[in-house]
Structures are given as C-alpha cells and as structure tokens.
C-alpha cells in the first residue's frame, strides 16, 4: 500500500518538534541498498559525516555519493552508532587496515535517528525565519513549499506559530486540504485534549494518532478529503 | 563577443524543447547571487520593483554596504542550511540528484542550482515561476563559463567584475521577462 504521505512534523512554536509521523512502508530501503567487493586501495573515498560512513568521491557501478556504509563484510554497524560495527570494531580503521581486503561493504541510506529529527525541525524552524527575512519584496511568510527531484515538503504556519510540515511526492494534489485538516485534529485531540501541556512534550494521544490515521486512509482511497466525515 | 551576444539574444526563448506552458511564460526576476563553493559571493545584482525602487531612494544610502554583506552571509548561511535539510529528508531510499531546489513563500520563489565544482546560482523570482533549473543551467553554461570561466583576467574566488558577464546575464534576464 503506497501511501500518499511520507512524513508528518508538527513543529512549535518554540522551534521544537512535538509529533512526527512517519510511513513505515518507506523504511523499506532493501531494495536499494547494494553490496560491493573492494581490493585495497579502496576505490569510493569513505569519510566519516555527521557520525556516519558517507561515501564522499568516487562514485562507481551504482554506488553513489551520499550513499551510507551499512554492512562491511557482512557485520553491520550499531544501530546507535553507525561508525562502529556490532562487534565493537571502526569501520574507518577495518577499511583502512589492508589485512581486511577484500572487504565486502553493503551501501544504502540510513535512516534519521530521532534526536537528527528533532535538530532538523530546529533547523527548519529557523530557515522559515531566514526565508522571510530574505525576501526581495516585502511582507512574505517564511517557506510554504520546498520542492526537490524526489520529494515535496509543504509547510503551514498557524497564526500562533505552529508549523506543520507534511512530506509527499511530487504530484501528490490537494496537500493544503491535508495540512488544514492535520491543524484542526492538532487543535481537537491535542490542544483541547487537559493533559496537554506546551512545554515541548510531545503529542502522544490514542484519539490524535487514529485520526491521522483516518485522514491518511481516505486520502489514500479517495486522492482529496472533501468528503471526509468529521 | 558580437556573435555570442547575437546568439544569446536570439536563444532567449529556447526553453521550447521541454516547452511547458510556464517556461515560456513571463517571469520577473527580482535577484541573482552567485557564490562560489567557500561562500564568497562572486556576483549579486538585483532588479527592485517601482515601489522598492521609490522606498530605496527615501532610504539612507550610507547602511547599504554593510547591510548587502550581512545579507549575503544570510544568503548563504541559508544555502548551506536549506541543502542539508532537504538532503536528509529525502523520504526514499534512493539518492535522487540533488542539484536543483526551490521554494516557494507567500512572495517570491528562490531557485537553487549547485554546479559539480560547488559553485551556487541563486535566482529570486516572483512566485509563479515554474521550473528554473534550465534556465539556471543555461547562465551557468552558456554566460557564467565563456566570459568567467574562459577569461583569463577573471581569476577563481574573486568576485565578478566582468562587463561582458553582466550585460550578457542583464539581457537573458530581460528574454525571461519579456513577453
């Protein structure tokens, strides 16, 4: 089942992220994930980025730059700390040691951890604000639509400065329907909801949960929400 | 020169082959910043509405250098941010080419081209522009590489200070515009 929408962030208006939703049938990146034989010297040039094994030069028989090293010789790397292999050694000096070759090393995407979630919902927070500031004409919001080859991410702003980000394909229509109707289950099921505190908790509510379920699942079926029941 | 600038002129509306509906259509352009792979902004000229051009005149002009360089180091302080971003959010497993972005506010449009050599054009458009990236990889190709590029007084890292280079950028701009 395809699901129209990728990723859900709701963001307050602090900067810090109060509810992700992400689709869990995209987590499937086996099938492009690929496993390589090398003999020393190494042909990628792999650099340790943001705490993990990017290859960064070389791309070559489809392994690519930004491609992540997820496996070497058939060991993958912690789950935790992905320039470390589950039996404790670096991947950095395994690949650099020329009694390993040849080494087998499978390439594929990482996924983000939760706290890279929480650092890009402050860091888009704050590009919203930049984003205003750096308009040529005056009076613009901050960023609405960023669109790229592979994915669009829409953004609304409340008038309290909430922002929730939704992440679909390209040519997924109606996603200004889907934002509006995310604020009104935000306002419904979290805001009305007595439990609910500002202070950055996160949105962990049953009833809020089933009903963006719900709106997914008629999206899905019907490609818009104007009929949906409220 | 006198040829290249006769086959620019008349190469304006190339944008046929892929010919959508907005590529033909008018475009206003409000900015351009070009800035090489270290973050120094090589070349940045801006076409201001009437309005801004009336509030500009009113305006100090004394402010304007300082506040032109903070704003560029914005510029690129958002660059760098905006590529991160998008690049880590990308939903699928396969590593889609990431040399065109844009966004789009509530008043304008920002495209984005990353060249391989790390070199950034930046265009500032009015929002209803489409697609940018062709014409985004036509400056680069067919302006910014013969008169920068290929110009031995030009040296890498200093900013633009090249006539043939702004005229020639001033007059494809003016072939988006035009209708």
Known sequence: ?230 | PMSHQSNLVSSGPMSAPTGTGSQLAPVTVHNVYIFDKNGTCLYFCEWPSQQQQQQQQQQQQQKEASEHEDRTRLMYGLIYSIRTLAAKLCPVGEIKDATYLAYVTSQYKFHLLDVPTGLKIVLNTDKSAGSMRHQLETIYSKIYVPYVVLNPECNLGDPVSSRLFADSLNEYLLTLQAK
């Open chain 1, 1 to 230: 089942l395809d699901m129209p929408v990728y990723n859900i962030m709701i963001i307050n208006n602090a900067g810090a992220l109060v509810y992700t939703y992400t689709d869990q049938s995209r987590l499937l990146t086996s099938a492009n994930e690929l496993e390589k034989t090398y003999s020393y010297p190494l042909e990628p040039v792999i650099e340790v980025q943001d705490s993990r094994c990017c290859v960064v030069f070389g791309e070559a028989d489809g392994v690519r730059i930004g491609h992540c090293v997820l496996a070497v010789n058939g060991t993958n790397v912690q789950a935790g700390r992905p320039t470390l292999l589950e039996n404790g050694q670096e991947v950095m000096s395994v690949l650099a040691n020329p009694a390993s070759y040849p080494v087998s090393i499978k390439f594929g995407k990482l996924k983000l951890t939760a706290n890279e979630r929480i650092n890009l919902a402050g860091m888009f927070h704050s590009i919203y604000a930049i984003t205003a500031k750096l308009s040529p004409v005056a009076g613009s919001s901050g960023l609405q639509l960023l669109e790229t080859d592979a994915y669009r991410l829409h953004c609304l702003q409340t008038v309290t400065g909430v922002k929730i980000l939704v992440i679909t394909d390209p040519k997924q229509a109606n996603v200004n329907q889907v934002l509006k109707r995310i604020y009104e289950i935000y306002a419904d099921y979290a805001l009305k909801n007595p439990f609910f505190t500002m202070q950055g908790m996160n949105i962990n509510f049953t009833l809020f949960e089933e009903a963006v379920q719900s709106m997914l699942r008629h999206l899905d079926k019907f490609g818009n929400l104007t009929n949906l029941a409220p």
